[in-house]
């Protein structure tokens, strides 16, 4: 499957964005997609993760409360809504896949990413 993210961009504070990640091939729907994010000189770390179905959900500390990620099978496309941006959200937002009904919070356990969205977040 071959990811394209987009969405990303200049938001001020406490300002919405919505990303997308859109995908590739039939078997989407057999794929659960999380989004991971990597600001400069960091790791890239977990964000948020939805499970093939869309019936499950997972997000890291820093998303609950602000972050929302869903999917639409039938678009082959899974967003993530971004609420109350802050500064430190600033970084490259990447989406990942992988197959099976599992999600994981672990980005060596993908196999398949996207290019990468910027978004920053000014105070």
């Known amino acids: 499957v071959q990811l394209q993210a987009s969405g990303g961009g200049l938001v001020q504070a406490g300002g919405s964005l919505i990303l997308s990640c859109a995908a590739s091939?039939?078997?989407?729907?057999?794929?659960?997609v999380s989004w991971f994010r990597q600001a400069p000189g960091k790791e890239r770390e977990f964000v948020a993760a939805?499970?093939?179905?869309?019936?499950?959900?997972g997000y890291a500390d820093s998303a609950k409360g602000r972050f929302t990620i869903a999917r639409s099978n039938a678009k082959n496309t899974v967003y993530l809504q971004m609420n109350s941006l802050k500064p430190e959200d600033t970084a490259v937002y990447y989406c990942?896949?992988?197959?099976?009904?599992?999600?994981?919070?672990?980005?060596?356990?993908?196999?398949?990413w996207g290019q990468g969205t910027l978004v920053t977040v000014s105070s």
């Open positions: 990942a896949a992988r197959s099976g009904a599992n999600y994981s919070y672990t980005r060596n356990e993908y196999d398949y």
């Open positions: 939805i499970s093939w179905g869309g019936g499950s959900a």
């Open positions: 091939g039939r078997t989407f729907s057999t794929y659960t």
